[in-house]
Nanobody, 124 residues
Framework: QVQLVESGGGLVEAGGSLRLSCAAS????????MGWFRQAPGKEREFVAG????????YYTDSVKGRFTIFRDNDKNSVYLQMNTLKPEDTAVYYC?????????????????WGQGTQVTVSS
């Protein structure tokens, strides 16, 4: 089992920044690829960013490329999502997820472990 706890969400004006954190406990953190997903009201959960266990590989959905950065600190068993130049359409509940795939997947069902989510609201 892997337990994940997100933090860092909040209310921010458009153009602002937030950094989300996800702290992991349980199994060896370095064995897991990590992903950030988000879900807005009435919409399906969507992939935002992913990072491999070694941190050598990162993926982003097109809408956040150049604005968001995913990184991890394996010594602290944590993964982060730095979000800059936020837009109202980034408003959602953000979840971190852990999976044993070699490279991070964009498919939610491939991640067996999820955090409880943290709300991000971007005002216009």
């Amino acid at each position: 089992q892997v337990q994940l706890v997100e933090s860092g969400g909040g209310l921010v004006e458009a153009g602002g920044s937030l950094r989300l954190s996800c702290a992991a406990s349980g199994r060896t953190f370095t064995n897991y690829a990590m992903g950030w997903f988000r879900q807005a009201p009435g919409k399906e959960r969507e992939f935002v960013a992913g990072i491999s266990s070694s941190a050598r590989t990162t993926y982003y959905t097109d809408s956040v490329k150049g604005r968001f950065t995913i990184f991890r600190d394996n010594d602290k068993n944590s993964v982060y999502l730095q979000m800059n130049t936020l837009k109202p359409e980034d408003t959602a509940v953000y979840y971190c997820a852990a999976g044993r795939q070699v490279v991070p997947s964009k498919t939610p069902s491939l991640y067996p472990y999820w955090g409880q989510g943290t709300q991000v609201t971007v005002s216009s």
